[in-house]
């Protein structure tokens, strides 16, 4: 009977200790998770039309890449030899021939780049009314532009955010629609290593109830 108390209480005082240990509200870690990699060529959203990331591709491990000849399915925006490539840490988008004739802008070729978290974009013989884009715009650059038929609105080059997800995107050109009603995106490129989630909060010890026990020799 006394070699049974022992047993208990020394049970009892574990898991005590134990309770110590994780106090309430404490934070589990979360793993690392992996970098992946995505890019597209050419994406419209609103009433001029939509079309969806085309061509698009994402990586989570080796290389990957798609091309389209040609993207006309709207008359708003036009584009050529379109190329994208992906690998878990980098992406990279190409577009040739860029044309969207009721803003006045055009381009021999768009690109964005992605590479360890850190991007840039290219713009070659690009203007918009009449005026010749920057070869290498800083980050977020804005451009006001008027488009026929729908009012003043801006082209930001290379623009640069952070996805909720933590990774940085790269849209080469991106001319957004007065009122927030769409956007023409060109040239996207997204790299880094995804934040971890949240950590999931430990639940609270619960306290045990015990009587007293003696312990005996």
Do not use: I, W
């Not at 609103?46 to 085309?54: F, K, S």
């Not at 790299?191 to 619960?206: F, H, N, S």
Request: charged share 15%; net charge positive.
């Amino acid at each position: 009977m006394h070699a049974f108390r022992r047993m208990t209480t020394a049970g009892l005082l574990a898991a005590g200790l134990t309770a110590a240990a994780v106090p309430a509200g404490a934070s589990v870690p979360a793993a690392p998770s992996d970098p992946v990699g995505s890019a597209y060529g050419l994406a419209v959203s609103g009433p001029l039309g939509a079309v969806p990331p085309v061509p698009a591709v994402s990586s989570e491990r080796g290389a990957a890449h798609k091309s389209l000849l040609r993207e006309d399915h709207t008359r708003f925006v036009r584009a050529s030899a379109l190329n994208v490539d992906a690998t878990p840490a980098n992406a990279r988008s190409n577009v040739s021939d860029l044309a969207v004739p009721t803003a006045k802008l055009a381009a021999d070729a768009v690109s964005a780049t992605c590479r360890d978290g850190r991007g840039g974009a290219h713009l070659t013989q690009a203007v918009v009314a009449g005026k010749r884009l920057d070869a290498t715009p800083p980050p977020n650059t804005t451009v006001p532009v008027d488009v026929e038929g729908v009012g003043r609105t801006s082209l930001v080059l290379n623009k640069q955010q952070q996805m909720p997800d933590g990774r940085l995107a790269v849209t080469a050109m991106q001319l957004n629609l007065p009122g927030g009603k769409g956007a023409v995106r060109v040239a996207s490129a997204t790299c880094g290593r995804a934040a971890a989630q949240r950590p999931a909060e430990a639940p609270a010890p619960k306290p045990v109830k015990h009587h007293d026990l003696a312990v005996t020799g």
